[in-house]
């Protein structure tokens, strides 16, 4: 196993872990604390208004879930970095998926736990990155184009005569 393939399977695992547990605390933990914290306030989603507490559990729940998908996402960087020839672009998706998560959920996590909405500016950029990604990710397991070296054939077969 590559450097590379072990440090992005680790790192995956590893938010992957994480986000169970903020999961977990979003599920179980941290509803009183928003009802207090914006108890009052009021938000409009979707032309409908609901309690700021509601809005803000949701997006911290998004960013937990967004947080696991590209943990996975992360362990298949990982995967894909032992039979893969294209390291390069691997470490792209490695590092987007990286930097989108700490963006796009952490912004969520610090917005909906302080109230300052500025954070909401932070998150389209992890988006991107978590787009750029997916791109990076597909374009590096991708076994079209490149080098004849970067393409991973079957054995010939011998023909039947």
């Known amino acids: 196993m590559s450097c590379c393939s072990l440090n992005w399977s680790t790192i995956g695992?590893?938010?992957?872990?994480?986000?169970?547990i903020l999961g977990a605390f979003g599920a179980h933990g941290i509803d009183g604390y928003f009802t207090e914290k914006y108890a009052?306030?009021?938000?409009t989603v979707a032309g409908v208004k609901v309690p700021a507490s509601q809005k803000y559990l949701n997006d911290f729940k998004t960013g937990a879930q967004y947080q696991m998908y590209h943990s996975l996402a992360l362990l298949m960087v990982g995967f894909a970095g032992l039979t893969s020839q294209k390291k390069k672009l691997l470490n792209i998706a490695g590092w987007c998926f990286l930097l989108g998560i700490i963006f796009f959920s952490g912004s969520l996590y610090v917005l909906t736990l302080s109230g300052q909405t500025f954070w909401g500016a932070i998150a389209p950029i992890g988006g991107t990155l978590l787009?750029?990604?997916?791109?990076?990710?597909?374009?590096?397991?991708?076994?079209?184009?490149?080098?004849?070296?970067?393409?991973v054939t079957a054995p010939e077969t011998p023909s039947s005569t």
């Open 40 to 43: 009052g306030q009021v938000k």
């Open 13 to 20: 695992a590893s938010l992957g872990g994480l986000a169970v």
């Open 131 to 151: 787009i750029v990604g997916w791109f990076s990710l597909a374009a590096g397991v991708c076994c079209c184009g490149g080098s004849a070296s970067d393409v």
